[in-house]
């Protein structure tokens, strides 16, 4: 149900394909399977100028439950049951607007229009170099200051079955200098087998860059709950991108075999991140593009992390060639008055290559007009 409640093979085409010559079908909402609150939006607080912003809440058959709102298109919490089926959420965050709004965080938001870095702040296609906002040194870390993260976004809420809600939103040519009018469309379902699945889609009037994710901190004890140093990771990944000055990539793909960024068989995130290795000492822990070895375009395996006491566990499954795998670093205030600290968190940002625009040999992440440019990740939560 839908309710309003508080609080290897790089190339890029099979990604973005020609758009089909029709019309767009009018969007209706489907009725609910079964007795429940009609599909509807809580009024969350209002942005500075004034406009509304909401919270949804999707509820599956299981009772999972799932918080997004229109401010960042952010998951705002995300409640899983462990062994014993209890609820928690297992996602980092606040519990106000206010707070998303003035944190200079990426808790839960979707980022864009490039997410990760891209080096110096600029970047050139079709022989015109496009200057950006530079918010991580003299980098561009996930589409600028005011990127995706910051913006508002109208919200759809989808009845299903399963439910969902879909959000849109014009970046306009410019900002934060990237070229283009990009149309995007992100939406979050919730399934009856316990999982999120995102779905993402963008057009665009000019060639621009485009790399869409999610950035959800996670810890599966449950937020708050301590550090995830004890949670086991599996990646299938045989290669990393090893980063140089400002964690930018130097463009070799280099083995994870005799490294600390070996998850190729499951081990604690722990065991090896104060490793005497000069990967680990730059980003001080985690903070690592993973090359997947599935096909890009293709939805498939790419991680799966336990919890041992909950026994909580989350697949990742993706249609994109790398994953930046990222244990917080800093403390921020949370939610229930929690105090997030260092290593309380990981993310799993599925994605395109850092600094892909400046590195040919990387994937592309170019988009053209009469190109669309589609993404689908899903997390698939369960317990042991």
């Not at 080096?119 to 296609?125: N, V």
């Not at 200057?131 to 976004?153: D, P, Q, S, V, Y």
């Not at 990981?346 to 589609?374: I, K, Q, W, Y």
Request: charged letters at 15%; glycine letters at 10%.
């Amino acid at each position: 149900m839908v309710s309003a409640t508080a609080p290897a093979a790089f190339r890029y085409h099979s990604l973005m394909t020609p758009l089909p010559g029709c019309c767009v079908l009018a969007a209706a909402l489907l009725p609910l399977a079964c007795a429940a609150i009609p599909p509807a939006a809580l009024h969350w607080g209002d942005a500075p100028g004034g406009e509304p912003i909401y919270l949804y809440t999707l509820t599956n058959a299981e009772g999972m439950q799932a918080q997004v709102t229109n401010f960042g298109a952010i998951l705002v919490s995300l409640k899983t049951p462990d062994r014993h089926g209890a609820l928690a959420d297992i996602v980092l965050g606040f519990d106000t607007f206010d707070a998303y709004l003035n944190t200079r965080g990426f808790f839960g938001a979707t980022v864009g229009r490039y997410a990760n870095r891209i080096a110096h702040g600029a970047f050139t296609l079709d022989g015109h170099t496009y200057t950006l906002a530079r918010n991580n040194g003299e980098n561009t870390l996930h589409g600028g200051a005011r990127g995706f993260h910051k913006a508002i976004w109208t919200g759809r809420a989808i009845a299903g079955p399963p439910p969902a809600i879909e959000f849109t939103y014009l970046s306009r040519d410019g900002e934060e200098g990237f070229p283009g009018n990009l149309t995007v469309t992100v939406r979050y379902t919730l399934t009856d087998a316990n999982e999120l699945r995102i779905d993402y889609t963008a057009t665009t009037d000019k060639p621009t860059v485009v790399n869409l994710t999610n950035h959800s901190f996670f810890n599966l004890a449950g937020e708050g709950a301590g550090d995830v140093l004890r949670h086991i990771a599996t990646i299938d990944a045989d290669r990393f991108t090893p980063a140089g000055a400002g964690l930018i990539p130097t463009g070799e793909l280099r083995p994870v075999a005799g490294t600390p960024l070996d998850f190729r068989t499951p081990t604690a995130i722990g065991a090896h991140i104060d490793a005497p290795d000069e990967q680990i000492r730059m980003s001080r822990g985690y903070d690592h593009n993973f090359v997947l070895n599935h096909a890009a375009g293709k939805l498939e395996f790419a991680a799966r992390i336990s919890e041992p006491e909950s026994g909580r566990t989350m697949e990742v499954i993706t249609t994109e060639p790398g994953m930046q795998l990222y244990i917080m670093g800093g403390s921020s205030p949370g939610k229930g008055g929690h105090v997030y600290a260092s290593r309380t968190a990981f993310c799993m940002e599925t994605g395109h290559f850092p600094d892909s625009p400046n590195r040919p040999e990387f994937p592309t992440t170019v988009l053209r007009p009469g190109a669309r440019f589609s993404s689908t990740t899903v997390y698939r939560f369960g317990a042991h």
